[in-house]
Protein backbone atom coordinates (compact mmCIF):
# COMPACT_ATOMS: atom_id res chain seq x y z
CA UNK A 1 0.00 0.00 0.00
CA UNK A 2 3.09 2.28 0.86
CA UNK A 3 6.28 3.24 -1.24
CA UNK A 4 8.30 5.39 0.12
CA UNK A 5 11.54 4.78 -1.71
CA UNK A 6 13.69 7.80 -2.21
CA UNK A 7 11.98 9.88 1.22
CA UNK A 8 14.05 10.67 4.22
CA UNK A 9 11.67 10.11 7.47
CA UNK A 10 13.40 11.19 11.13
CA UNK A 11 11.77 9.18 13.84
CA UNK A 12 11.87 10.76 16.98
CA UNK A 13 11.63 8.65 20.16
CA UNK A 14 12.47 5.65 17.91
CA UNK A 15 14.28 3.41 20.34
CA UNK A 16 11.50 1.45 21.51
CA UNK A 17 7.57 1.28 21.56
CA UNK A 18 5.60 3.05 18.51
CA UNK A 19 9.15 5.24 17.28
CA UNK A 20 10.75 1.30 17.10
CA UNK A 21 7.85 0.26 14.94
CA UNK A 22 7.39 3.28 12.88
CA UNK A 23 11.22 3.02 11.82
CA UNK A 24 10.83 -0.86 10.93
CA UNK A 25 7.26 -0.33 8.91
CA UNK A 26 9.00 2.94 7.09
CA UNK A 27 11.87 0.40 6.10
CA UNK A 28 9.87 -1.96 4.84
CA UNK A 29 8.14 0.85 2.77
CA UNK A 30 11.40 2.06 1.27
CA UNK A 31 12.25 4.50 3.03
CA UNK A 32 15.74 5.80 4.27
CA UNK A 33 15.50 7.06 8.30
CA UNK A 34 17.21 9.35 10.53
CA UNK A 35 16.64 7.62 14.05
CA UNK A 36 16.64 9.92 17.29
CA UNK A 37 16.32 9.12 20.90
CA UNK A 38 18.36 9.45 24.50
CA UNK A 39 19.81 5.85 24.38
CA UNK A 40 22.59 5.28 21.75
CA UNK A 41 22.69 1.43 22.06
CA UNK A 42 19.03 1.22 21.63
CA UNK A 43 18.83 3.27 18.45
CA UNK A 44 21.75 0.84 17.19
CA UNK A 45 19.33 -2.41 17.95
CA UNK A 46 16.49 -0.47 15.92
CA UNK A 47 18.97 0.74 13.41
CA UNK A 48 20.44 -2.96 12.46
CA UNK A 49 16.83 -4.03 12.33
CA UNK A 50 15.77 -1.45 9.16
CA UNK A 51 19.51 -1.93 7.76
CA UNK A 52 18.52 -5.45 7.48
CA UNK A 53 15.47 -4.34 5.55
CA UNK A 54 17.75 -2.42 2.61
CA UNK A 55 17.50 1.09 4.71
CA UNK A 56 20.05 3.95 4.94
CA UNK A 57 20.01 4.29 8.24
CA UNK A 58 21.38 7.17 10.63
CA UNK A 59 21.62 7.46 14.24
CA UNK A 60 22.43 10.61 16.25
CA UNK A 61 21.40 10.56 19.77
CA UNK A 62 19.87 13.64 20.90
CA UNK A 63 17.41 15.10 23.84
CA UNK A 64 13.96 16.55 21.98
CA UNK A 65 14.12 19.13 25.06
CA UNK A 66 17.16 20.66 24.00
CA UNK A 67 17.17 22.90 21.12
CA UNK A 68 21.26 22.50 20.34
CA UNK A 69 20.61 18.86 20.21
CA UNK A 70 17.44 19.08 18.01
CA UNK A 71 19.83 20.94 15.54
CA UNK A 72 22.63 19.02 15.70
CA UNK A 73 20.54 16.11 14.81
CA UNK A 74 18.30 17.70 11.66
CA UNK A 75 21.85 19.15 10.52
CA UNK A 76 23.29 15.17 10.75
CA UNK A 77 20.36 13.76 9.31
CA UNK A 78 20.55 16.63 5.85
CA UNK A 79 24.19 15.74 5.95
CA UNK A 80 23.90 12.24 5.63
CA UNK A 81 20.89 11.92 3.10
CA UNK A 82 20.65 15.67 1.25
CA UNK A 83 17.25 16.42 2.76
CA UNK A 84 14.61 15.59 5.27
CA UNK A 85 11.47 14.70 3.83
CA UNK A 86 8.97 13.30 6.92
CA UNK A 87 9.08 14.11 10.00
CA UNK A 88 6.94 12.06 13.00
CA UNK A 89 6.94 13.73 16.27
CA UNK A 90 6.91 11.02 18.39
CA UNK A 91 8.99 11.13 21.52
CA UNK A 92 6.83 12.18 24.94
CA UNK A 93 7.04 11.19 28.05
CA UNK A 94 4.46 10.76 30.79
CA UNK A 95 3.37 9.85 34.52
CA UNK A 96 2.23 6.80 35.83
CA UNK A 97 2.31 7.69 38.85
CA UNK A 98 -1.48 8.86 39.12
CA UNK A 99 -1.17 12.15 41.01
CA UNK A 100 -4.37 14.20 41.11
CA UNK A 101 -3.79 17.45 39.51
CA UNK A 102 -4.21 19.32 43.08
CA UNK A 103 -0.78 17.59 43.88
CA UNK A 104 0.77 17.67 40.87
CA UNK A 105 4.12 18.56 41.42
CA UNK A 106 5.95 21.70 38.83
CA UNK A 107 8.76 19.99 38.26
CA UNK A 108 7.46 16.94 37.05
CA UNK A 109 4.97 19.43 34.73
CA UNK A 110 7.49 21.35 33.09
CA UNK A 111 9.15 18.24 32.41
CA UNK A 112 6.22 16.61 30.51
CA UNK A 113 5.82 20.05 28.95
CA UNK A 114 9.59 20.39 27.13
CA UNK A 115 9.26 17.02 25.58
CA UNK A 116 5.68 16.32 24.67
CA UNK A 117 5.51 19.79 23.58
CA UNK A 118 8.03 22.11 23.36
CA UNK A 119 10.63 19.59 21.95
CA UNK A 120 7.53 18.55 19.24
CA UNK A 121 8.01 22.29 18.27
CA UNK A 122 11.68 22.71 17.80
CA UNK A 123 11.54 19.72 15.40
CA UNK A 124 8.70 20.84 13.83
CA UNK A 125 10.07 24.63 13.31
CA UNK A 126 13.91 23.34 12.36
CA UNK A 127 12.40 20.67 9.84
CA UNK A 128 9.62 22.91 8.70
CA UNK A 129 12.06 25.71 8.52
CA UNK A 130 14.38 23.02 5.91
CA UNK A 131 10.89 21.57 4.48
CA UNK A 132 9.76 24.96 3.29
CA UNK A 133 13.03 25.62 1.64
CA UNK A 134 12.76 22.66 -0.54
CA UNK A 135 8.61 23.26 -1.23
CA UNK A 136 7.43 19.73 0.14
CA UNK A 137 7.43 18.08 3.15
CA UNK A 138 5.10 15.93 5.62
CA UNK A 139 5.09 16.25 9.29
CA UNK A 140 3.05 13.65 11.52
CA UNK A 141 2.58 14.83 15.10
CA UNK A 142 2.11 11.95 17.81
CA UNK A 143 -0.84 13.44 19.96
CA UNK A 144 -2.78 11.39 22.09
CA UNK A 145 -7.15 10.94 22.35
CA UNK A 146 -6.24 12.63 26.54
CA UNK A 147 -5.65 15.75 23.59
CA UNK A 148 -9.50 16.04 22.92
CA UNK A 149 -11.11 16.45 26.33
CA UNK A 150 -11.36 14.80 29.78
CA UNK A 151 -11.39 11.35 31.35
CA UNK A 152 -10.22 9.45 34.40
CA UNK A 153 -7.00 7.90 32.87
CA UNK A 154 -5.80 11.31 32.23
CA UNK A 155 -2.49 13.06 33.62
CA UNK A 156 -2.59 16.92 34.02
CA UNK A 157 0.88 17.96 32.65
CA UNK A 158 0.02 15.05 29.70
CA UNK A 159 -3.37 15.97 29.03
CA UNK A 160 -1.98 19.89 28.72
CA UNK A 161 1.07 18.85 26.52
CA UNK A 162 -0.49 17.10 23.86
CA UNK A 163 -3.88 19.38 23.99
CA UNK A 164 -1.62 21.39 23.23
CA UNK A 165 0.66 19.73 20.68
CA UNK A 166 -2.56 19.52 18.62
CA UNK A 167 -3.90 22.91 18.54
CA UNK A 168 0.00 23.32 17.22
CA UNK A 169 -0.96 20.75 14.74
CA UNK A 170 -4.09 22.82 13.73
CA UNK A 171 -1.66 26.04 13.15
CA UNK A 172 1.36 25.12 11.85
CA UNK A 173 -1.12 22.65 9.37
CA UNK A 174 -2.98 26.10 8.13
CA UNK A 175 0.36 28.00 8.25
CA UNK A 176 2.66 25.81 6.23
CA UNK A 177 -0.41 24.58 3.76
CA UNK A 178 0.29 27.22 0.82
CA UNK A 179 4.22 26.46 0.75
CA UNK A 180 3.99 22.64 0.38
CA UNK A 181 4.45 21.39 4.21
CA UNK A 182 1.52 19.34 5.55
CA UNK A 183 1.10 19.18 8.98
CA UNK A 184 -1.36 16.52 10.82
CA UNK A 185 -1.55 14.68 13.64
CA UNK A 186 -2.86 11.15 14.87
CA UNK A 187 -4.05 10.48 18.16
CA UNK A 188 -4.23 6.96 19.36
CA UNK A 189 -6.55 5.64 22.29
CA UNK A 190 -5.51 2.85 24.33
CA UNK A 191 -2.82 0.92 22.22
CA UNK A 192 -0.80 -1.92 24.04
CA UNK A 193 2.51 -3.21 22.57
CA UNK A 194 4.50 -6.10 23.06
CA UNK A 195 6.18 -4.52 26.08
CA UNK A 196 2.88 -3.76 27.73
CA UNK A 197 0.52 -6.60 26.64
CA UNK A 198 1.91 -9.18 29.31
CA UNK A 199 1.16 -6.16 32.58
CA UNK A 200 -1.88 -4.72 30.53
CA UNK A 201 -3.11 -8.67 30.88
CA UNK A 202 -1.77 -9.94 34.40
CA UNK A 203 -3.62 -6.45 35.88
CA UNK A 204 -6.87 -6.77 34.13
CA UNK A 205 -5.97 -3.02 32.96
CA UNK A 206 -6.88 -4.40 29.05
CA UNK A 207 -10.25 -5.57 30.15
CA UNK A 208 -10.93 -1.88 31.75
CA UNK A 209 -9.62 -0.13 28.80
CA UNK A 210 -11.87 -2.08 26.31
CA UNK A 211 -14.48 -1.56 28.51
CA UNK A 212 -14.44 2.39 28.14
CA UNK A 213 -13.68 1.66 24.47
CA UNK A 214 -16.93 1.24 21.85
CA UNK A 215 -15.21 -1.05 19.75
CA UNK A 216 -14.26 -2.93 23.06
CA UNK A 217 -11.05 -3.64 22.46
CA UNK A 218 -7.54 -2.33 23.05
CA UNK A 219 -5.37 -0.84 19.86
CA UNK A 220 -2.56 -2.68 18.52
CA UNK A 221 0.11 -0.81 17.01
CA UNK A 222 0.01 -1.39 13.80
CA UNK A 223 -3.00 0.30 13.36
CA UNK A 224 -1.35 3.43 14.57
CA UNK A 225 1.22 2.67 12.35
CA UNK A 226 -1.20 2.40 9.43
CA UNK A 227 -2.63 6.11 10.08
CA UNK A 228 1.15 7.73 10.21
CA UNK A 229 1.86 5.91 7.41
CA UNK A 230 -0.86 7.22 5.40
CA UNK A 231 -1.01 10.85 6.48
CA UNK A 232 2.80 11.05 5.41
CA UNK A 233 2.00 9.39 2.11
CA UNK A 234 1.05 10.95 -1.49
CA UNK A 235 -1.99 9.24 -0.50
CA UNK A 236 -2.38 11.97 1.94
CA UNK A 237 -1.60 15.28 -0.79
CA UNK A 238 -4.68 17.15 -0.27
CA UNK A 239 -4.96 16.44 3.80
CA UNK A 240 -2.99 18.50 6.24
CA UNK A 241 -4.37 20.16 9.73
CA UNK A 242 -6.30 16.92 10.50
CA UNK A 243 -6.08 14.58 14.00
CA UNK A 244 -6.67 11.25 12.95
CA UNK A 245 -7.97 9.24 15.91
CA UNK A 246 -6.92 5.65 16.25
CA UNK A 247 -9.01 5.28 19.19
CA UNK A 248 -11.57 2.35 18.22
CA UNK A 249 -14.61 4.89 18.37
CA UNK A 250 -13.93 6.19 22.22
CA UNK A 251 -13.46 10.02 21.14
CA UNK A 252 -17.03 9.51 19.21
CA UNK A 253 -18.79 8.34 22.38
CA UNK A 254 -20.37 10.68 25.25
CA UNK A 255 -19.66 7.26 27.15
CA UNK A 256 -19.41 3.66 26.70
CA UNK A 257 -21.10 1.39 28.87
CA UNK A 258 -19.23 -0.62 32.02
CA UNK A 259 -21.88 -2.09 33.30
CA UNK A 260 -25.39 -3.31 30.79
CA UNK A 261 -27.73 -0.76 29.92
CA UNK A 262 -30.61 -1.56 31.53
CA UNK A 263 -32.66 -0.24 28.54
CA UNK A 264 -31.00 -3.11 26.69
CA UNK A 265 -33.81 -5.33 27.79
CA UNK A 266 -37.04 -2.94 28.09
CA UNK A 267 -38.08 -4.07 24.01
CA UNK A 268 -39.04 -7.78 24.31
CA UNK A 269 -40.32 -8.01 21.31
CA UNK A 270 -37.42 -6.27 19.36
CA UNK A 271 -34.20 -7.65 21.15
CA UNK A 272 -30.60 -6.60 20.49
CA UNK A 273 -28.26 -7.92 18.37
CA UNK A 274 -26.37 -9.73 20.71
CA UNK A 275 -22.82 -8.63 21.78
CA UNK A 276 -20.29 -10.97 22.77
CA UNK A 277 -19.18 -8.09 25.12
CA UNK A 278 -18.80 -9.22 28.94
CA UNK A 279 -19.56 -6.33 30.79
CA UNK A 280 -16.78 -5.40 33.48
CA UNK A 281 -19.35 -4.92 36.37
CA UNK A 282 -22.61 -7.05 37.16
CA UNK A 283 -25.79 -4.68 36.83
CA UNK A 284 -26.11 -3.46 40.33
CA UNK A 285 -28.80 -3.98 42.76
CA UNK A 286 -30.82 -0.42 42.04
CA UNK A 287 -31.33 -1.86 38.44
CA UNK A 288 -34.51 -3.56 39.76
CA UNK A 289 -36.42 -0.55 40.04
CA UNK A 290 -35.92 0.05 36.33
CA UNK A 291 -35.77 -4.08 34.73
CA UNK A 292 -39.47 -3.71 33.54
CA UNK A 293 -39.11 -0.36 31.48
CA UNK A 294 -40.72 3.14 31.76
CA UNK A 295 -44.47 3.12 33.29
CA UNK A 296 -46.90 3.87 30.57
CA UNK A 297 -44.25 2.96 27.38
CA UNK A 298 -43.01 -0.56 28.32
CA UNK A 299 -45.85 -1.60 30.82
CA UNK A 300 -49.17 -0.41 32.33
CA UNK A 301 -48.74 2.86 34.74
CA UNK A 302 -49.45 1.58 38.15
CA UNK A 303 -52.84 1.96 39.44
CA UNK A 304 -53.62 5.49 40.45
CA UNK A 305 -50.94 6.77 38.49
CA UNK A 306 -52.65 6.56 34.69
CA UNK A 307 -54.67 10.22 35.74
Known amino acids: ????????????????????????????????????????????????????????????????SIEDDVKRVIAAGVAEHGKIDILVNNAGIADMRGVAAEHFDAETFNQILS?????????????GRHMLENGSGSIVNICSIMA????????????????????MTYQLGCEWADRGVRVNAVSPGFIVTEMTRPALEALGMDKWLASRTPMRRVGEVQEVTNAVLFLSSDLASYITGVDLLVDGGTNASNGTFQIPPIHHEWNKDTPMVPSSYEPVQPRPDWYQALENGIPGIHYPMPEGLDG
Open 1 to 64: MFDFTGKTVLITGASYGLGEHFAQSYAEAGADLVLTARSGDLLEAVAETCRAKGSKVTVATGDV
Open 115 to 127: VDLVGAFYYAREC
Open 148 to 167: SGGNEANVIAYTAAKGGLLN
